[in-house]
């Protein structure tokens, strides 16, 4: 069955970049709507961005539009977030899924039918 790991995460200053990575391992992610999430301390978790399998449009939160970048590789069948121009306001634990449907709702994101969460990576934007 599928299984997401993330990597990539750290400590950055503002301003900075880090780039994401989700590799998936016993399916594949070309059959699933797949983006990233985010959890900050004390908040809920929120959709950060998400890709169409069906006809690979991303879509993305207020938030994060204009600098962040989803991205999908189906031959190393792993996803990535580039992530720039940070700010502390960035900082939480990041999150990949896969689903069944990506969708915008009001200045978010969200996957419909979540099959399969990763086990997140930290991302701390501070000077």
């Known amino acids: 069955q599928l299984q997401l790991v993330e990597s990539g995460g750290g400590l950055v200053q503002p301003g900075g970049s880090l780039r994401l990575s989700c590799a998936a391992s016993?399916?594949?992610?070309?059959?699933?709507?797949i983006g990233w999430f985010r959890q900050a301390p004390g908040k809920e978790r929120e959709g950060v961005s998400c890709?169409?399998?069906?006809?690979?449009?991303?879509k993305y939160a207020d938030l994060v539009k204009g600098r962040f970048t989803i991205s999908r590789d189906n031959a190393k069948n792993t996803m990535y977030l580039e992530m720039n121009s940070l700010k502390p306001e960035d900082t939480a634990v990041y999150y990949c899924?896969?689903?069944?449907?990506?969708?915008?709702?009001?200045?978010?994101?969200?996957?419909?039918?979540?099959?399969?969460w990763g086990q997140g990576t930290q991302v701390t934007v501070s000077s």
């Open positions: 899924a896969a689903g069944s449907d990506c969708d915008t709702l009001h200045a978010t994101v969200l996957i419909r039918g979540i099959y399969r």
């Open positions: 890709i169409s399998t069906y006809n690979g449009r991303p």
């Open positions: 016993g399916s594949t992610l070309d059959g699933y709507d």
